[in-house]
Nanobody, 124 residues
């Protein structure tokens, strides 16, 4: 059994920072791409960031570029998302995922495993 267990998140004022972590339990997912998605109320789940199997290649949504940083540690079986300069529009439930990159795309349909979700709230 594979589980993705998320931690971090919470509430912060605009301009602040938060860090999300995702730990893989069970068998290793070191050959999988891993990434983060988010879903705001009434909206579809959207891609935020992803890293390939080694973490050597990373991909970001335009909304995350320059503010968010994804990192993974296959030894520790973790993937983190450092979020800086947060904006109210970043408010959403954030999900960790593991799956397959399609070229440079990592969509919800690419994910084989999901974390439980973590609320991030940014106030103005």
């Amino acid at each position: 059994q594979v589980q993705l267990v998320q931690s971090g998140g919470g509430s912060v004022q605009a301009g602040g920072s938060l860090r999300l972590s995702c730990a893989v339990s069970g068998r290793t997912l070191s050959t999988y791409a891993m990434g983060w998605f988010r879903q705001a109320p009434g909206k579809e789940r959207e891609f935020v960031a992803a890293a390939n199997w080694s973490g050597g290649n990373t991909y970001y949504a335009d909304s995350a570029k320059g503010r968010f940083t994804i990192s993974r540690d296959n030894t520790k079986k973790t993937v983190d998302l450092q979020m800086n300069s947060l904006k109210p529009e970043d408010t959403a439930v954030y999900y960790c995922a593991a799956g397959v990159l399609t070229g440079t795309d990592f969509t919800p349909y690419c994910a084989n495993y999901w974390g439980q979700g973590t609320q991030v709230t940014v106030s103005s």
